[in-house]
């Protein structure tokens, strides 16, 4: 069964800095697709950025980046320019190939706050 | 821009009670899914469903729990006699026909369900 890992429950960043979020996983699977989701205290999840692991180029989505290390089953988010929306829950995720439906497995999440 | 509903946003229940709680996903989407998130812990994956059947579900969802699409819009998640465990944050989402570039699951807001 895959696993997702979040080892930082709590993290912190001042406000137009960077911040990087650290997300590991397990899977025997070779293609697979990983994503951020953000969950604000309205608690609605929010798709942040997705990454398909056959693509080698790490995603981007104007601040938010990837750091995709497929050897060592690593995917972290990266947070530039931090704004005070940016304070959320962040889930890393997991979904094996594509069948159609695929459930998502989750990580514990980060939870983030953007101090001013 | 079209996203997922769901009814109500905060249920209060008697232990052994019945609940339904209602979703609107995407209306061209196809798969449909329930998670639940107890407070302080991760989302987890309950039951998929495509083509008015359950395609995948998780150890979570045992006998006390079903899911419908009645009408064509609707998708219910229903918990026969609710325990005190069942208190938790449930979620549907939606998702549209797949492929490789289309796997995002679209998250509703979420239903709180608390069991007295």
């Known amino acids: 069964a895959q696993t997702v890992t979040q080892s930082q429950p709590e993290m912190s960043v001042q406000e137009a800095e960077t911040v990087t979020l650290s997300c590991t996983y397990d899977?025997?699977?070779?293609?697979?697709?990983l994503f951020w989701y953000k969950q604000p205290p309205s608690r609605q999840m929010i798709l942040v950025i997705r990454?398909?692991?056959?693509?080698?180029q790490n995603a981007t989505e104007n601040r938010f980046s990837v750091n995709f290390q497929k050897a060592a089953k690593s995917f972290s988010l990266k947070i530039s320019d931090s704004q005070l929306g940016d304070t959320a829950m962040y889930f890393c995720?997991?979904?094996?190939?594509?069948?159609?439906?695929?459930?998502?497995?989750f990580g514990k999440g980060t939870r983030l706050s953007v101090i001013a | 821009e079209p996203e997922v509903t769901q009814t109500p946003s905060h249920q209060v229940t008697q232990m052994g009670q019945e609940v339904i709680l209602r979703c609107v996903p995407i209306?061209?989407?196809?798969?449909f899914y329930w998670y639940r998130q107890i407070l302080g812990q991760k989302v987890e994956f309950l039951v998929s469903?495509?083509?008015?059947?359950?395609?995948?579900k998780s150890e979570i969802f045992d006998d006390q729990f079903s899911v419908e699409r009645p009408d064509g819009s609707n998708f219910t998640l229903k918990i026969r006699s609710t325990k005190l465990e069942d208190s938790a944050m449930y979620f549907c989402?939606?998702?549209?026909?797949?492929?490789?570039?289309?796997?995002?699951?679209?998250f509703g807001p979420g239903t709180r369900l608390t069991v007295l």
């Open positions: 989402a939606s998702r549209n026909r797949g492929g490789t570039g289309d796997n995002e699951q679209f």
């Open positions: 899977t025997s699977e070779n293609n697979y697709y």
């Open positions: 990454q398909e692991a056959y693509k080698q």
């Open positions: 995720a997991f979904m094996k190939p594509y069948s159609g439906n695929t459930p998502l497995v």
């Open positions: 209306s061209n989407h196809l798969y």
């Open positions: 469903f495509y083509n008015n059947e359950i395609s995948e």
